[in-house]
C-alpha cells in the first residue's frame, strides 16, 4: 500500500523522538519487510528545511533528502496544478491544505497525528 506523510510523521519516524499512534507505529516497523511505499510532499520537505534551520526539530533537511533518495521505498511529490485544483476543502493552515488535497488527488490514505486533519471525511487517515 502507498501513504502519504505528514511533516510531524516523518520528523517522528526519522528522528526516533516523539510518540506515534498504534497503527501508524505498525506500518512503520513493517516498513521495510512490506510493499509499502511512502509518498513525501514537497510541502512537507520546506517545512522540514524551515524547522531545520530554526533548529526546531532534530532531523536536518540533508540528512533527511539522503535517507529518502537512498531507498526506492520513498517517493517525493511536487506540488502540481492538478493537486492545487483539488484543493477545494477550506482549512485553516495552507502547508496542510496542500498535504490533504495531495492525499485526496492521489487517493491514498495520510498518516498523520492531526486531528483536524482525521475529521475530513474524504481522507483516510491513520495514526491511533
Given at each position: 500500500m502507498t501513504f502519504l506523510l505528514d511533516t510531524v510523521a516523518i520528523i517522528r519516524y526519522f528522528s526516533g523522538k516523539g510518540k506515534i499512534g498504534k497503527n501508524a507505529k505498525n506500518i512503520f516497523e513493517n516498513f521495510e519487510n512490506s510493499d509499502d511505499k511512502f509518498v513525501i510532499s514537497v510541502i512537507s520537505l520546506m517545512e522540514i528545511m524551515y524547522?531545520?534551520?530554526k533548529k526546531r526539530i532534530d532531523i536536518d533537511f540533508e540528512g533527511t533528502i539522503s535517507l529518502?533518495?537512498?531507498?526506492?521505498?520513498?517517493q517525493i511529490i511536487d506540488l502540481n496544478v492538478e493537486i492545487l485544483r483539488t484543493t477545494t476543502i477550506d482549512f485553516y493552515?495552507?502547508?496542510d491544505r496542500m498535504l490533504i488535497a495531495t492525499a485526496i488527488w492521489l487517493d491514498i490514505p495520510i498518516i498523520t497525528n492531526d486531528s483536524l486533519i482525521s475529521q475530513i471525511k474524504e481522507l483516510q487517515v491513520i495514526w491511533e
Amino acid at each position: 500500500m502507498t501513504f502519504l506523510l505528514d511533516t510531524v510523521a516523518i520528523i517522528r519516524y526519522f528522528s526516533g523522538k516523539g510518540k506515534i499512534g498504534k497503527n501508524a507505529k505498525n506500518i512503520f516497523e513493517n516498513f521495510e519487510n512490506s510493499d509499502d511505499k511512502f509518498v513525501i510532499s514537497v510541502i512537507s520537505l520546506m517545512e522540514i528545511m524551515y524547522l531545520s534551520e530554526k533548529k526546531r526539530i532534530d532531523i536536518d533537511f540533508e540528512g533527511t533528502i539522503s535517507l529518502i533518495k537512498n531507498s526506492s521505498k520513498y517517493q517525493i511529490i511536487d506540488l502540481n496544478v492538478e493537486i492545487l485544483r483539488t484543493t477545494t476543502i477550506d482549512f485553516y493552515e495552507l502547508h496542510d491544505r496542500m498535504l490533504i488535497a495531495t492525499a485526496i488527488w492521489l487517493d491514498i490514505p495520510i498518516i498523520t497525528n492531526d486531528s483536524l486533519i482525521s475529521q475530513i471525511k474524504e481522507l483516510q487517515v491513520i495514526w491511533e
